[in-house]
């Protein structure tokens, strides 16, 4: 019970510490931009949460010391994962084509992807919703 919890919190931490840093990296980025004629901010959040989460899996994930989860959960999932949900599905698809499962891969980035934009256009629809 007590390790649930501690991972619990070091997730609620890192998740709540990721999400403000998305925000608040999101209206600066959108502040120096001006009028959003491409969203930067979300590229530099989901390219920069993909790089932090790199380092996280090379010197948590898989270390030897048990310790260290505690670190990935705070860091890895936590962090990252409030930061942007991108950086896993980048590890994944990584994980996919180093295991040379090329159409696995391919059908995961075009299928979320599609199935993605498909679901905000779904939701859209049925909630009468519309984007400015």
């Known amino acids: 019970m007590v390790d649930g919890l501690v991972s619990s919190l070091l997730l609620l931490?890192?998740?709540?510490?990721?999400?403000n840093a998305r925000y608040w990296l999101g209206v600066f980025v959108?502040?120096?931009?001006?009028p959003v004629a491409f969203p930067i901010a979300t590229l530099l959040i989901?390219?920069?949460g993909s790089f932090c989460l790199g380092f996280c899996v090379t010197f948590f994930r898989n270390h030897p010391d048990?310790?260290?989860?505690?670190?990935?959960?705070l860091l890895g999932t936590g962090l990252c994962g409030?930061?942007?949900?991108?950086?896993t599905f980048s590890l994944e698809t990584l994980e996919?084509?180093?295991?040379?499962?090329?159409?696995?891969a391919s059908a995961y980035v075009f299928g979320s992807v599609f199935a993605a934009i498909f679901?905000?256009?779904?939701?859209l629809k049925l909630s009468g919703g519309r984007i400015v």
Do not use: D, E, M
Request: proline share 2%; glycine share 18%.
């Open 96 to 104: 996919l084509l180093q295991q040379n499962r090329l159409i696995a």
């Open 30 to 34: 959108r502040t120096l931009q001006g």
């Open 66 to 73: 048990p310790s260290r989860k505690y670190w990935y959960l």
């Open 46 to 48: 989901n390219v920069g």
């Open 13 to 19: 931490l890192g998740g709540g510490l990721g999400a």
């Open 82 to 87: 409030g930061f942007t949900t991108f950086s």
């Open 119 to 123: 679901g905000v256009w779904l939701a």
